[in-house]
């Protein structure tokens, strides 16, 4: 754009040489010249005005030239006073951010992503997996085994029991818990009829024995404890499936607001965590977490097929659906906002003054000309064109006249 603008300006210069050359003859050629010589002035007018903006026009001290050089801590300082007293402000960020719905954009872009996000979906794969990798899988898992125990050291999880038992049980949800002890009855009973048998030869005396009453009596044992568990299965008023209910409530109780059955789960969960068999479980469940995670991260396109994408796209269909979670959503994205202007307002502010007035003068200059360098040669042109146009207008009222 510099040269296309200069080479104008060398134009206009020839036009204008070669019409004084002709006018004598043809004074009809007089607009012309009328043009370029007007043109070659604002031309040259708007030249020295946007080279008086970066350096010194030909190099030559000029008053008032070099504007932005010599003025580059107060530049520095006028863009810092912008940013804090129009973006970053807490009170207009969250006016601003009132007007965003960030729920319901993010969710047209994970139920529907467009095409052109696959390459920032996989930049941002790769650098996940790069990531992934090139941590210390040792001590990293040695810090997700601490976080995870230190964890469930400080959580209470008795009353917690106690109300998911408590709430399972009003809901009606423990019904298929007491079924299935009840399966497991039946095959533990299955799988040991032998014992049973063993038990009551071994306790039976030598009259049964020869008569072979130890035998019937073992079978009825065994027929009456799989009569017991069938009619405790389809009876839901039997008795014995009552005083279990009672004893499960009595638990849930007991797991909120009994000390001692609290102290005995504390006990228990401390035994679990200092079993190596626990830390090596939850090691190994990291192990497995980090596999997963690196297998989408190097194929995000294959993962967003199977059932991820398929969770992705419900969430996204959800945030456009659900008003209370995208309402939730958006508030949480203003809330934060807001309290990074807030907090980090200053800092930003500092931040961008410092690095305005760390640079030299000429490091400003040229990423100053590169950012809006091309719009002011077309200034250039336009002065070029319209210092012409004004020329040749006043010839005309010069010859009417």
Do not use: C
Not at 58 to 76: E, S, V
Not at 131 to 143: A, H, I, P, T, V
Not at 193 to 222: C, F, P, Q, S, Y
Not at 238 to 261: C, N, S, Y
Request: net charge positive.
């Amino acid at each position: 754009m510099r040269i296309l603008a200069t080479g104008l300006l060398v134009a206009m210069a020839f036009v204008y040489f070669a019409a004084r050359h002709y006018e004598p003859a043809y004074p009809a050629i007089g607009f012309v010249r009328a043009f370029a010589e007007a043109a070659m002035v604002g031309g040259l007018a708007d030249w020295f005005a946007v080279t008086a903006l970066f350096r010194h026009p030909l190099g030559l001290p000029i008053p008032h030239t070099a504007i932005i050089p010599r003025n580059k801590d107060r530049i520095a300082t006028a863009l810092a006073n912008f940013l804090r007293d129009n973006f970053l402000i807490p009170r207009v960020v969250a006016r601003r951010m009132r007007r965003l719905d960030v729920a319901g954009a993010a969710g047209r872009w994970l139920a529907q992503p467009p095409e052109s996000s696959g390459r920032l979906r996989h930049g941002a794969s790769r650098m996940a997996a790069s990531l992934l990798e090139s941590l210390d899988q040792e001590q990293l898992g040695g810090m997700i085994r601490s976080a995870a125990a230190n964890r469930i050291r400080q959580t209470d999880i008795a009353p917690l029991l106690g109300q998911a038992l408590g709430a399972a049980m009003a809901e009606g949800r423990h019904t298929p818990l007491i079924d299935g002890m009840l399966r497991w009855l039946a095959k533990i009973i299955d799988q040991n009829e032998h014992l049973i048998r063993k038990m009551v030869h071994d306790r039976a005396n030598t009259i049964m024995r020869w008569t072979g009453l130890d035998e019937t009596l073992a079978n009825a044992i065994i027929d009456g404890l799989y009569k017991l568990v069938a009619d405790v299965a389809e009876d839901p008023g039997h008795p014995l499936r009552a005083k279990v209910e009672e004893g499960l409530e009595r638990l849930a109780f007991d797991l909120q607001f009994d000390i001692p059955t609290r102290l005995k789960v504390e006990a228990f969960k401390a035994d679990m965590l200092d079993n190596p068999a626990l830390s090596r479980w939850i090691e190994g469940m990291w192990e497995q977490a980090r596999a997963a995670m690196l297998r989408i991260a190097r194929d995000p396109d294959a993962a967003m097929t199977g059932k991820l994408g398929e969770a992705v796209r419900q969430l996204g269909q959800t945030l456009q659906t659900d008003p209370r979670l995208a309402h939730m959503i958006n508030r949480f994205v203003r809330r934060a906002a807001v309290g990074t202007a807030a907090d980090y307002g200053d800092g930003i502010v500092r931040l961008v003054s410092d690095t305005v007035r760390s640079w030299d003068a000429r490091t400003l200059t040229g990423r100053l000309e590169n950012a809006v360098g091309q719009d002011l040669q077309y200034i250039r042109i336009n002065g070029t064109l319209v210092g012409g146009l004004v020329g040749t207008t006043i010839h005309a009222v010069h010859v009417l006249l």
